[in-house]
């Protein structure tokens, strides 16, 4: 009777054995999501980066010209409608100011900074191990 048991003890991997190789993978799944992770912040950081900066640039080159525009339509406008025109102008700018706002937000809104690749993957795992 023991020499059954003993042989077949040696043949199967036992209870801690099974879940020593279980807690394995299980870090090395969640090891593997973890650099996918990494990789796309990384791949995130480096175009959120690029962004700014062309928005910088492009802003300074914005306000120059509408500075430049500005000036120009209230030199011309002024022997006619005299302080109006800066009425006109402030209007016309705070419009635009709310809608570039309303832009931005409605952007956030919709999750434009996701990572859709590491959740889709981490949302593959939850659905095979439950």
Known sequence: MESRRSSA?????????SLGALAKHGIGLFLSRLE?????????????AKLLLLGA???????????????LIVVLAWETM????LLLV????????LAILLYAR????RNALSLPATMSELRNDRDALL
């Open 9 to 17: 003890g040696q043949n199967s991997p036992g209870l801690i054995a």
């Open 36 to 48: 996918l992770a990494a990789i796309e912040l990384g791949e995130l950081r480096d175009n959120l």
């Open 57 to 71: 640039l492009g802003i300074v080159a914005l306000l120059f010209a509408i500075g430049s525009w500005t000036a």
């Open 82 to 85: 005299g302080w109006k025109i």
């Open 90 to 97: 402030a209007l016309l700018y705070s419009m635009a100011t």
């Open 106 to 109: 409605a952007r956030l809104i």
